[in-house]
């Protein structure tokens, strides 16, 4: 049963998500009254520019923002339980470099070919996440004590490898440096509904067997041999959840480039309000990362209009110094 503080957080949650996805819709260097855009979607629009703007530009560029939001707020939350470190999201523990690095290769290298319904670029992204996942987590656990110093220091270690890496990329191969740079700053300026096709069948997988997984990162809070006792196969259980939370950024990443600090900000925000408990912190971190991330597209949109900012550096002015404050508070 849900407590008193879910029965709030959930309603208020929604009603967010139904908010900022009108008001990213209608705003913008054209701005649309409501009226105009519940009749677009769901009749024909009297202009034809204005269902065009509404239809193929602003509505999937949000509802991809809306997937990739909640992507990076889920995998955030799952990341911080299963390494038991409030401090630990994709971005920090380098499997969004990861997952950059791997499409900086697939631009670099001009490859063609699909798998799966990958298409090089998120494919590559996929391969270098996970890749980058384990790497951390391998290096992380070689020491006895201080796992959460070490997976922070690791992530970051291997965040300004791959950096250098694809710096070097970058350097050897000026025709593709538009397209890397994208990459690197993230941001949803020219995504379609195409994009949405790549993301939404990774997104929807990965959230099913994540969420049938929320008990066992329960129980991996209370430690290995905890949970070893009440039943839990940790390596296998631990190997599922990295395996599916890699692919739920990566496709996400395959997309929108390397966008920070949504995963670190929303799980622990919505922990404070909460609590602990995966199975309701999970779903909910799922809508404060939409939520999030669409509201600063809508900033990146709308700040210097009618040019507009990468959505990357948005959500890291808001999540430096989130992330300073945690590592000051825990001293």
């Known amino acids: 049963m849900m407590g008193k503080n879910q029965l709030i957080v959930f309603p208020t949650l929604f009603l967010l998500i139904f908010i900022t996805f009108l008001l990213s819709v209608s705003i913008g260097t054209v701005k649309f009254p409501i009226s105009d ?7 024909r629009s009297d202009t034809l520019e204005i269902s065009t703007i509404i239809n193929q530009i602003r509505l999937p560029r949000v509802i991809l923002s809306l997937l990739v939001g909640a992507s990076l707020g889920g995998a955030g939350t799952v990341f911080q339980s299963l390494f038991r470190n409030p401090m630990a999201d994709a971005y920090i523990i380098g ?36 890749s980058t996942v384990f790497l951390v987590y391998a290096i992380s656990s070689r020491g006895r004590h201080n796992q959460m110093l070490n997976l922070l220091l690791s992530g970051l270690a291997i965040n300004s490898f791959l950096s250098s890496v694809m710096s070097f990329l970058l350097l050897m191969n000026d025709t ?22 790549i993301v939404l069948p990774y997104f929807v997988i990965s959230i099913l067997i994540l969420l049938l997984f929320t008990r066992e990162l329960n129980i991996l809070l209370l430690g290995d041999e905890q949970a070893k006792n009440l039943g839990v196969n940790v390596e296998q259980v631990r190997r599922v959840i990295i395996i599916f939370t890699s692919l739920l950024t990566a496709s996400a ?41 669409t509201l600063s597209d809508l900033i ?32």
């Open 253 to 293: 990443v395959s997309v929108s480039g390397v966008i920070g600090f949504v995963g670190l900000v929303v799980p622990h925000i919505l922990r404070l309000l909460m609590g602990p408990d995966n199975r309701t912190l999970f779903p909910a971190s799922l809508l404060g990362g939409a939520i999030l991330l």
């Open 300 to 331: 990146a949109r709308i700040a210097l209009s009618p040019s507009e900012i990468p959505v990357g550096i948005v959500t890291s002015l808001i999540g430096a110094p989130f992330f300073l404050s945690l590592l000051v508070k825990r001293g």
């Open 95 to 130: 499997i969004s470099s990861g997952s950059a690095l791997g499409a900086v290769l697939a631009i670099a290298f001009r490859l063609r070919f699909y798998i799966l319904g990958f298409s090089p670029i998120p494919l590559f992204a996929f391969i270098g996440g996970i």
């Open 176 to 197: 593709s440096l538009h397209e890397s740079i994208y990459w690197l700053m993230g941001g949803f300026s020219g995504r379609g509904w195409e994009h949405i096709r």
């Open 37 to 43: 855009i519940i009749k677009s979607i769901f009749y």
